[in-house]
């Protein structure tokens, strides 16, 4: 029996999206390692991960950019086989130099994934809220893996392994898919009746935009902030908890995230029954008090609250990512998401180098992330503000081919 390209892309685009967050969350887990045996601070090994942070943003519009031209197979190739060659490479760097090439290397395939992948699910999908929630839930365990296998990777064979392995697995990855894509198992649209979301006029489109810009801006602050410093925070505050090594404090880091995960893919199910403005306004309000309270919690309080935080920041992603389809016409649909990823991810340098200098100060590591849970729920105090001015949905119209939709 012939194998059916959407599934077959569905599976791809899944174990992509694991593999995206695994390879740009594990270095934090890394860099716990690193500190001993290089004798190098935390703020300064951190920062070696900027420029590969700031490539994973950065090379996400050209990236839409050619989907939009030459389709998804050819860049899915790519993605696998260079995320999986720079993480090789990676493990065989002597000095913080070499090693930050390789992460930069990293971050520059990573960046193909979002503007391709999601948008090559959602044209192979018809219930795109539940698609992308289940994709969401591999989003979050590649984030949960970059604790928990890191860390038992480094307790075990040490930190070159844990880039060693990962690499191998993904570079095989690539290979099988360009055996399927040459043997015709995939296929860059498979057409398939879905719901079409309610139509925008032009001037619903632009505010539109124009507002989730600045939501997806202070949304992947929110992230990025997250993702990078919860590794050490909890280290510092959960210390007794998480035990000795690594494997201690990337087992609290992974259970975090796949709670969060588990919960995206309700909201993607959420996101199809529901108005996604509602459901997007709703989670930011949440999230305000959910990051405020961090600043002074220590033990396990503190990792629900960073449960909670975590959990409402993956479960806005399919009311966001289904908005934004519903804000741009089809033909430029990989674009829009690639800049969407240029200005979610392109905040990490910016949440590294606030890292580096709120936890660098005289006072500490642990007082100094207080302020940064402080300025995080500024942070989605200003998108829950934004959200409200988003256009509100009309009645959607009939089933159409999925790649019409949402024009």
């Known amino acids: 029996m012939r194998a059916n ?9 899944a174990v992509g999206h694991f593999y995206v967050h695994l390879f740009t969350a594990f270095y934090f887990v890394v860099v716990l390692a690193l500190e ?23 090379g996400a519009l050209p990236a839409g950019w050619f989907a939009d031209r030459i389709g998804a197979l050819p860049l899915m190739s790519l993605f696998f086989l260079g995320m999986g060659g720079a993480a090789i490479g990676c493990a065989f760097a002597t000095t913080p130099l070499a090693l930050m090439i390789g992460l930069a290397f990293i971050g520059l395939f990573a960046a193909i994934y979002h503007p391709v992948g999601i948008v090559w ?16 839930i591999f989003g979050s365990a590649g984030v949960s893996g970059a604790g928990i296998i890191t860390g038992a990777i480094i307790d075990l064979a040490g930190w070159r392994a844990a880039f060693l392995i990962p690499g191998l697995i993904c570079a095989a990855t690539g290979i099988a898919f360009v055996v399927a894509a040459r043997r015709g198992l995939l296929a860059d649209t498979v057409v398939a009746p879905t719901r079409k979301a309610a139509t925008a006029t032009r001037g619903e489109m632009r505010r539109g935009f124009v507002v989730l810009i600045f939501t ?21 505050r959960l210390g007794d908890i998480a035990g000795q090594g690594t494997t201690g404090v990337g087992a609290l880091v992974a259970a975090v995230y796949a709670v969060g ?10 996101a199809d029954r529901y108005p996604a403005r509602r459901l997007y306004i709703g989670a930011y309000l949440l999230q305000v008090p959910a990051v405020l309270i961090m600043a002074g919690l220590a ?12 959990t409402l920041s993956g479960g806005l992603l399919p009311a966001e990512n289904m908005m934004l389809t519903r804000f741009t016409p089809e033909r430029h ?28 100060t005289g006072a500490g590591t642990s007082a100094g992330f207080t302020s940064v849970f402080l300025l995080l729920g500024a942070v989605a105090g200003a998108a829950f503000l934004a959200a409200l001015a988003l256009p509100g949905e009309r009645a959607a119209a009939a089933a159409v081919p999925a790649t019409s939709a949402a024009e």
Do not use: D, H
């Open 261 to 270: 995960g588990v919960v995206q893919y309700f909201g993607g199910q959420l």
């Open 36 to 58: 001993t045996e290089w004798r190098l601070p935390y703020s300064e090994l951190i920062g070696l991960w900027t420029l590969g942070s700031l490539l994973v943003g950065a």
């Open 216 to 236: 997806m801006f202070c949304g992947g602050l929110v992230f990025q902030v997250l993702q990078a410093g919860m590794p050490k925070v909890f280290a510092e």
């Open 121 to 136: 699910l959602v044209r192979n999908s018809t219930q795109t809220g539940r698609a992308l929630g289940l994709n969401g």
């Open 299 to 310: 033990g396990l309080p503190l990792a629900a609250a960073a449960m909670v935080a975590v």
């Open 333 to 360: 649909r990989a674009l829009a998401f690639g800049l969407k990823y240029v200005v979610a991810f392109g905040t990490a340098p910016l949440a590294l180098q606030l890292l580096a200098w709120l936890t660098g």
């Open 5 to 13: 390209p959407a599934r077959l892309a569905q599976i791809f685009t």
